[in-house]
């Protein structure tokens, strides 16, 4: 049988969500990091978890993903607790792109992203056609097949993301966390990577990402997740959600909040401790 196609999954009908977080208390070892949290996943759109450094984004999304356990509450993933499926059926319905992921020395574009079909893997089922081609079309979607022979320690910044969400496509989920995508990618090789994201989305793929850049999180989220010191803030879309008094109340930042000129979105425009504008009416602004 072949396995789910990235390509032709289409967006979900009924707002189920895919992946629920219930009375969630996680940490490391004595030091609790999330403690008592409810969040729930929509179908078929992006997600983004955005808040100050610490605040529990990536533990969050670890804890999604079931890289941790938690010490109390559940993780639902299309309704079954996390905790109690196998690896590999987990690997089959989630990918997750980690932070700064690492490739070993040598191995080439198609070598690795061949590794995202190891879940479909077994000694009843061993290497085959089938999954030759969903590790094409996982290439061609993330536009590095004439990437395929290289090294991935000779590739950019923005090949390597392309390559490594194009493993995480390869495993024939249409459920993918991103933990920082964009770290150490300048601003063109950024929004590459997120148009790239976009497109999955459209396809019908429901994603989850962590963010630092507000902007961008603003401009390629459907839902925003706003965190701070291991709590939800707000969530929603982000015209409903990001405002001058939430950005002061999860970052201390004054800013304005205004209409995005090539988007329906808000734009964030940052004041500095030195800069006055007139307009501004942030929380506790004197």
């Not at 609790?32 to 999304?61: E, F, Q, R």
């Not at 925003?224 to 291991?230: A, F, I, N, Q, S």
């Not at 001058?244 to 970052?251: D, G, K, P």
Request: with cysteine.
């Amino acid at each position: 049988m072949v396995a789910h196609d990235i390509t032709q999954v289409k967006p979900a009908v009924e707002q189920v969500a895919r992946l629920t977080a219930e009375d969630v208390t996680v940490g490391y070892g004595s030091r609790t990091v999330i403690d008592g949290l409810d969040v729930s996943v929509p179908p078929g759109v992006i997600t983004t978890i955005i808040g100050p450094n610490g605040c529990g984004k990536s533990t969050l999304l670890r804890t999604l993903s079931r890289l941790l356990k938690p010490t109390r509450g559940t993780v639902l993933l299309d309704g079954d607790d996390i905790v109690r499926l196998k690896t590999r059926e987990v690997a089959k319905k989630l990918g997750l792109l980690p932070q700064t992921p690492v490739a070993p020395e040598g191995l080439t574009v198609a070598d690795l992203v061949a590794r995202g079909r190891h879940p479909h893997q077994s000694w009843l089922r061993q290497w085959s056609s089938d999954d030759a081609d969903v590790v094409a079309r996982a290439l061609a979607l993330t536009g590095v097949s004439e990437l395929a022979d290289r090294p991935v320690d000779t590739l950019s910044g923005g090949q390597r993301q392309r390559v490594w969400i194009s493993m995480t496509l390869a495993q024939g989920t249409d459920l993918l966390l991103l933990d920082e995508p964009t770290t150490y990618l300048d601003l063109a090789h950024a929004i590459d990577v997120l148009d790239l994201v976009d497109d999955l989305h459209e396809s019908g793929c429901t994603v989850v990402m962590v963010l630092h850049d507000l902007n961008l999180a603003i401009r390629y989220s459907d839902h925003l997740v706003v965190m701070k010191e291991g709590a939800i803030l707000a969530q929603g879309h982000p015209r409903d959600v990001v405002t001058a008094e939430l950005l002061h109340e999860a970052f201390g930042l004054r800013a304005l909040v205004v209409d995005d000129p090539v988007g329906d979105r808000p734009l964030v425009v940052p004041i500095g401790r030195t800069q006055v504008h007139p307009n501004y009416r942030g929380k506790n602004d004197s």
